[in-house]
């Protein structure tokens, strides 16, 4: 796998995780799960995409979660739930931040080139750098919109509490897992974040 990290690992990549062969495989796959309407990104914004919500029963998670138990920016984090989501062509979310610790994202499309779009974009505060200096930039970093390419196959992690928006693809859907992560002392799954572990995982359905 090749690891890149941003602004002192508040957003990490990892790129060649699954042959190609495997990321088309997961890409169908992944098209039919069943979605439902009317999730928000915040209260005082409208419905964006389309949201599955049983993502955790199928093998494509099990398949993203061993790859996933074994990233070093997640080990010791508690698991707490997973949906994937749906935008059609030329959709875009709002920004928002999320409701845990840790995101992990997965761009299960097959292919891309830039004129498609698709990106996470990050909008990036001094508060979310903590201190990590540009020194490429000269003057007031604040306010920095900083997008990741949706490469295929690709993963990316970042701190849940910088606000951040999907933007639609201009041809095809786009359908993006999302894990989410919080400190092991908080409420989840029973499941830790452990690369030791490698079975098979089971999520409980009966917390809040």
Known sequence: MKRTSYFNDLIVTYDNVFNPNLIGMLEKDIQNVPFKWGTKDNPENPPTGLQCFSFEDTNVWQILWLETNKLEELQGYRYKRSNLNFFSTNEDAYYHDDDCDMTLLYYCNSKW???????????ITKEDLKGYVLNDIEGDPDHLVVSIAPIPGRI?????????????FRSNPRFVPSLKFVNADQEGTSIIVDKNNNEPITVEKNFD
Not at 113 to 123: A, I, R, S, V, Y
Not at 156 to 168: D, E, L
């Open 156 to 168: 990316c992690i970042f701190n849940s509490k910088v606000q951040h928006t999907a933007t639609g």
């Open 113 to 123: 080139e830039p004129n498609e779009k698709g990106e996470t974009k990050f909008f």
